[in-house]
Each structure stands twice: as structure tokens, then as C-alpha cells.
């Protein structure tokens, strides 16, 4: 029997202090304030549980049946650049950022590297339901632009696609000041293996590394009884409050669930690149010459789960069908991370005093 597949990155994370300057994280805030409100992050990703799941670590206990409001959390996601184009004008030297370039080049060995999306997460106090997870992997000809974020991260779990493999690396910033939860635990060396983190406060501080090949969470933060607003739901946004120069405000509707002061936001910023280890890869891929289809991939799962033994019915909608992505998530689940740091603990193991 083959040794399970172990998702871990190509190199240790590499710890960045002083990412951005002063002038550059005034310029990303206006903006967020400016052009609010921004949606939930969940909201934006996905159409059912089952999605939601397929992206984790783990599956929900037996017996228990889940829904997409037991997942809720406020955090809440808007773009800088997506495709490549940054979308404001004044952010243009921190998405085309040269250092930021140099740092993923050096981290892979390559040659070239290309700018490819920036994204920011911005919250108050909140929960973590999250066991750990894996960002969008791509690979050739599978990638966000014609497949759901479940899909990608379950043919990485697999193991089976690593020949189509996309070559990513990201610049993931945070400027946090608070002293309760707010920081960074990681699995380089796979989600049974001992975890590592990054401690807040955390301010101006980033790491490099490839999220879609480490599993990876951002920690509860701020004080208990202030994590999950009464009201929050998944049409809530968060935008700048107008009645304090420098808070925040969280609707639901027309109604208000909670305000955020300055010094207790707590803003990631996800800088990522695709990169080249030389010309030969990077025409390969701009020029489509080996590129995985839909029917491919479903045609390698359904060959891997009849050799493992596994009986499915063929989906109706390979996309979003739900017992299908029942199917893959327990085929090629890694299981819950078996070690959380002390001061992180897991998911309804939240143990931080407010």
C-alpha cells in the first residue's frame, strides 16, 4: 500500500518584519474605509456546508448535522487586486511590489514571478471554527476562475494532481495590536505533525509562504463574550462607522450588531504571486500546454475511488454536487490537526480570558 500523501510546503514559512511602510498601510486603509462595506468571507466563497467542509481538515462529528450558521464568524473580505490588475490606483506600487517579488522568487528558487491577486481580511473580536485549512491551489487549467475553492483543495489532498501543480507563494501580513488571541498557527510538516505559530501583537509583521501546501488558521481573537455579535448572519458587512473617525461597524441589514474601535481591528492582508521556476515553465503555462479539464479530473477520482474500493453514484453537477463532495471529503480527509498550540487551543476549545 502507498504511504498516505503528506500536504507540506516546499520550505519552511519565512518570517518578514517591516512588509509594508507607514505611508502604504494609511493608503490600504483608506481605501477599506472608502469603499466598504465588505461581506463575510464565508459568504463570498461558498454555496453549501458541504463546500465549506471539503476546504478543512477534519469532518463534523458522527451524529452531528451541519449548517453553514454553525461556520458563521465575523470576518470579513474585500480586494485590492484580483487577475493579475490592481484595482486602485494609489495601491498600484504595493501590489507591483518588487520586494514582495523578490521574496517569493527566492523562497521557490525561481526565476520569475507575476503578481496575481491581494486581498484583505478585517475583523474585531471573533471566534475560530475553523480546524485549519488550505487556500485556493491551482493547477493548470484548474483554477479560480472555473472551479469552486472546495474542488481545487480537495485535488490537493489527493495527491493525485501534483504533476499540474501551479508554483504559488504569498506575502501574508497582519497589523494587530491587541494582546487576547490574534495570531498565526501553522503545519508545515502536515496536519497530524506538530504546529508552529506566529504570537500576537503582530503588527507590520508577514510571513512567507504557500498556503495552499500547509494547512493553516488565524487564531480566535479579542475579548470572549465579544466574538460572535448577536445578530451577525451571513448577509452582515462590515464598513467604516461614520460617527467615529477611526471605528468600525457591523450590520445586519439596516440594523447595527457591533462597533470596533481602531485598537482592536485586526487587518490581514494577503499578498499572492504565481511563480516560474524558468521560461520553459512559465510557457507551459501562459500558453496552456498542458492544462487539466473538468472530465480529467473527474475521470482520475473516479478511477482512484474504484481502485480504494469506494462505491459512489457518477454527479449529476460535478461542481456542486453534494453527495459527491461527501464522498471525496472522506475519500481524502487528513483529519483534524491531533496538535494545537496551548494558547490556540481548536475549534469550541476556545479558552483565552476575556
Request: aromatic share 10%.
Amino acid at each position: 500500500m502507498n504511504a498516505p500523501f503528506v500536504i507540506r510546503p516546499v520550505a519552511e514559512p519565512r518570517i518578514v518584519d517591516g512588509v509594508y511602510t507607514e505611508d502604504q498601510h494609511a493608503r490600504m486603509m483608506d481605501v477599506i474605509r472608502r469603499e466598504g462595506p465588505w461581506k463575510l468571507v464565508l459568504a463570498q466563497h461558498f454555496k453549501s456546508v458541504e463546500e465549506l467542509i471539503a476546504t478543512g481538515s477534519g469532518s463534523m462529528p458522527e451524529g452531528v448535522t451541519p449548517t453553514l450558521d454553525m461556520f458563521v464568524s465575523p470576518h470579513f473580505r474585500g480586494y485590492f487586486a484580483q487577475h493579475g490588475v490592481c484595482q486602485f490606483e494609489e495601491l498600484e506600487d504595493i501590489f507591483y511590489n518588487s520586494g514582495n517579488m523578490a521574496r517569493v522568487r527566492s523562497y521557490w528558487d525561481a526565476k520569475y514571478a507575476a503578481p496575481e491577486s491581494m486581498n484583505f481580511i478585517i475583523q474585531g473580536a471573533a471566534h475560530m471554527s475553523d480546524p485549519a485549512h488550505l487556500d485556493a491551489t491551482e493547477f493548470r487549467g484548474i483554477t479560480h476562475r472555473n472551479t469552486p475553492i472546495w474542488l481545487m483543495n480537495t485535488m490537493t489532498k489527493s495527491g493525485l494532481f501534483q504533476k499540474w501543480l501551479v508554483k504559488k507563494a504569498q506575502i501574508v501580513s497582519w497589523f494587530y495590536r491587541g494582546t487576547i488571541g490574534g495570531g498565526f498557527t501553522y503545519w508545515p510538516d502536515g496536519p497530524q505533525a506538530a504546529p508552529k505559530r506566529i504570537a500576537a501583537p503582530m503588527w507590520n509583521r508577514g510571513v512567507v509562504v504557500p498556503n495552499e501546501m500547509m494547512f493553516h488558521r488565524g487564531e480566535a481573537c479579542g475579548p470572549l463574550h465579544r466574538r460572535k455579535p448577536e445578530g451577525l448572519a451571513f448577509e452582515s458587512v462590515i464598513s467604516a462607522d461614520p460617527e467615529v473617525a477611526d471605528g468600525w461597524r457591523i450590520k445586519t441589514g439596516e440594523r447595527v450588531i457591533d462597533r470596533i474601535s481602531a485598537d482592536e481591528v485586526r487587518l490581514m492582508v494577503h499578498w499572492g504571486a504565481n511563480v516560474y521556476a524558468d521560461m520553459d515553465e512559465m510557457k507551459m503555462i501562459l500558453e496552456h500546454k498542458d492544462d487539466l479539464t473538468h472530465e480529467q479530473v473527474l475521470d482520475m477520482f473516479c478511477a482512484d475511488l474504484r481502485e480504494r474500493g469506494v462505491s459512489f453514484g457518477m454527479p449529476s453537477d460535478f461542481l456542486h454536487d453534494r453527495d459527491f463532495i461527501r464522498v471525496l471529503t472522506a475519500t481524502y480527509d487528513m483529519g483534524r490537526p491531533s496538535i494545537y498550540p496551548r494558547e490556540a487551543p481548536g475549534p469550541h476549545e476556545e479558552q483565552i480570558a476575556a
